[in-house]
């Protein structure tokens, strides 16, 4: 299975490949870290999965670079992206995040859930919400790939 692994942060980036190593069977895994690089892998491969941070920068960061402007909904614009370019791939959405704030509102992962479910019903399969102090998350996790690809 060939997954596009969507992370910026490092120790969430390794915690995520350790649970995506026990959750499927030898995963062939691709890295980005920023919604432009995300969409370029995603334009140049085909891919199986797509796990994918919510809140990510524009561009890499890098050795002069700084990673373009913080979106705390970068997630969200690839998915955006990717209904423009008509990629349809199954995709996880993993966010250490518990709430968001949009023009001074809170929003909620259900809401969240909901807004991803309605808007983006060909893409979309599942969020979840990853805490590096308790392992559920690595469980919900593997239950959410193998829901996402089950037809696959």
């Known amino acids: 299975m060939k997954i596009l692994l969507v992370e910026d942060e490092e120790p969430k980036r390794k915690n995520t490949l350790i649970a995506l190593k026990k959750a499927v069977r030898e995963p062939v895994v691709v890295e980005a870290k920023s919604v432009t690089s995300a969409l370029r892998e995603l334009r140049k491969s085909k891919f199986d999965l797509i796990l994918l941070d919510m809140s990510m920068p524009t561009f890499d960061v890098g050795p002069g ?20 370019y008509q990629l349809t791939v199954p995709t996880v959405v993993i966010t250490a995040y518990e709430q968001f704030t949009s023009g001074g ?19 979309f399969k599942g969020l979840v919400f990853y805490n590096s102090v308790v392992a559920s ?16």
């Open 105 to 123: 509102t809170q929003i909620s992962l259900d809401t969240l859930q909901g807004t991803l479910t309605s808007s983006h019903p060909a893409t």
């Open 65 to 84: 670079e700084g990673g373009g402007r913080p979106q705390g909904f970068g997630g969200i614009e690839l998915l955006r992206s990717m209904d423009r």
């Open 137 to 152: 998350w690595a469980e919900d996790l593997k239950r959410k790939i193998s829901e996402a690809t089950a037809n696959q």
